[in-house]
């Protein structure tokens, strides 16, 4: 089946990857071993109070980010984070990184971060940021960051900014020049309104190929995320660096399994989710 588009998830299976996720973080509360070195990378959309599967509620997200600090960590963004584990020093650190460029991370998640020291990446797709393009999962999508705003934030330092596409498809589903298109468009878009070079990209949905990881290191990019679960080492490529999702039901003890090394391994039922979410698309090797 080839797909195009992406669409939130179900809430039936919302609901029982919720329950998967608590199954998990109670095991890891209980066995709790020694997490395995590396870095981290925590990947987030929205923080918002509204109810939408992508956001994360300010209170909890302050929650979060209060035990990191509590725990003596130090959220990165993901360039600094990868280069700070790459000297050695993933102990301590963590990536933090939103995807999309909703309007509320500045709103709501930018204070938390500044009041604490952190930083964080926000990956852009410049056309749903142009308004050439829309989020196909919403029929109402929710407010986005506007370039000006974007250009005054990376002034700042705390939020830095990567290339997401240009209109957020699934890169697997398309023929090579318009994949090109996408991701090369999506760094030159985002360096023009910065103004300097544009180093971090972010895959739509996680999903590439040997193919989608050669025209990023053809566009120029040095690191690219995807959505696999793990940590990074020096041993990881780094145009397929690993993330771990924070999902709005994730509970502090679900958040700590999580930063602790409770979900560095896919869960059992993860492909079966992504080939019935995304078809055919997602069996790309990543």
């Keep these: 089946m080839k797909r195009t588009n992406l669409a939130l998830t179900p809430t039936p299976v919302l609901l029982a990857k919720a329950a998967l996720t608590r199954a998990r973080s109670l095991r890891w509360s209980v066995v709790h071993r020694r997490p395995a070195d590396g870095l981290?990378?925590?990947?987030?959309?929205?923080?918002?109070?509204?109810?939408?599967?992508?956001?994360?509620?300010?209170?909890?997200?302050?929650?979060?980010?209060?035990?990191l600090d509590g725990a003596g960590l130090r959220a990165l963004d993901v360039e600094s984070a990868v280069a700070h584990a790459g000297n050695g020093g993933a102990a301590g650190v963590v990536g933090l990184s939103f995807d999309d460029g909703y309007?509320?991370?500045?709103?709501?998640?930018?204070?938390?971060?500044?009041?604490?020291?952190?930083?964080?990446?926000?990956?852009?797709?410049?056309?749903?940021?142009?308004?050439?393009?829309?989020?196909?999962?919403?029929?109402?999508?929710?407010?986005?960051?506007?370039?000006?705003?974007?250009?005054?934030?990376?002034r700042a330092g705390t939020l830095r900014f990567g290339a997401h596409t240009v209109t957020h498809p699934i890169l697997t589903t398309l023929d090579a020049p318009t994949a090109r298109a996408e991701i090369a468009g999506s760094k030159s878009t985002?360096?023009?309104?910065?103004?300097?070079?544009?180093?971090?990209?972010?895959?739509?949905?996680?999903?590439?190929?040997?193919?989608?990881?050669?025209?990023?290191?053809?566009?120029?990019?040095?690191?690219?995320?995807?959505?696999?679960p793990g940590i990074n080492t020096a041993l990881t490529d780094p145009l397929a660096l690993r993330r771990i999702q924070v999902d709005h039901r994730d509970s502090l003890m679900d958040f700590r399994a999580k930063v602790g090394g409770g979900f560095?391994?896919?869960?059992?039922?993860?492909?079966?989710?992504?080939?019935?979410?995304?078809?055919a698309a997602a069996s790309s090797p990543s």
């Design 40 to 67: 981290r990378i925590l990947c987030y959309h929205r923080i918002a109070d509204e109810p939408d599967p992508l956001a994360v509620t300010p209170a909890r997200f302050a929650a979060q980010m209060a035990q």
């Design 264 to 279: 560095d391994t896919p869960s059992p039922t993860r492909a079966a989710y992504r080939r019935l979410r995304f078809g």
């Design 190 to 228: 985002l360096e023009a309104h910065l103004g300097h070079t544009a180093s971090a990209f972010c895959y739509p949905a996680g999903l590439f190929g040997a193919r989608e990881r050669a025209l990023v290191a053809q566009a120029g990019f040095r690191l690219a995320t995807s959505c696999e």
């Design 103 to 154: 309007a509320d991370v500045a709103g709501s998640a930018l204070g938390v971060l500044e009041r604490l020291g952190f930083r964080a990446t926000v990956f852009l797709p410049t056309g749903v940021i142009d308004h050439t393009a829309t989020l196909s999962w919403y029929a109402h999508p929710p407010p986005m960051l506007a370039w000006d705003q974007i250009a005054d934030l990376d």
